[in-house]
């Protein structure tokens, strides 16, 4: 999102230079901001929703095409909860 919100803002200092100012924060670690600070979270407050949560994620690669397995996905943990095999070494499984 950074390298996008200084793309934004160079074009608008070239192409738009009148739109630019409606960026403007009173920020302390920025001058501009092109995107609306809010947090994601959702509570996981069981196993079935967590394990939804997990699914959705592990699915998300296969979805874009870039595999056909979840597991198939190098940057994905599917690999260790099915094998085990923890390519980064640090993963740790959600039940301890």
């Not at 609306?36 to 998300?60: P, S, T, W």
């Not at 690999?79 to 993963?91: H, I």
Request: charged share 25%; glycine share 4%.
């Amino acid at each position: 999102m950074s390298f996008t919100a200084h793309q934004f803002k160079s074009d608008l200092e070239i192409n738009h230079p009148q739109v630019l100012p409606h960026f403007k924060v009173d920020a302390k670690d920025r001058n501009y901001q092109f995107w609306e600070r809010n947090a994601l979270g959702v509570d996981l407050f069981n196993e079935a929703v967590f394990m939804q949560k997990l699914e959705y994620i592990h699915y998300n690669p296969v979805k874009a095409g870039l595999c056909l397995l979840p597991e198939e996905y190098y940057y994905s943990s599917a690999k260790f909860y099915e094998y085990g095999v923890d390519d980064f070494w640090m993963l740790t499984h959600y039940k301890g």
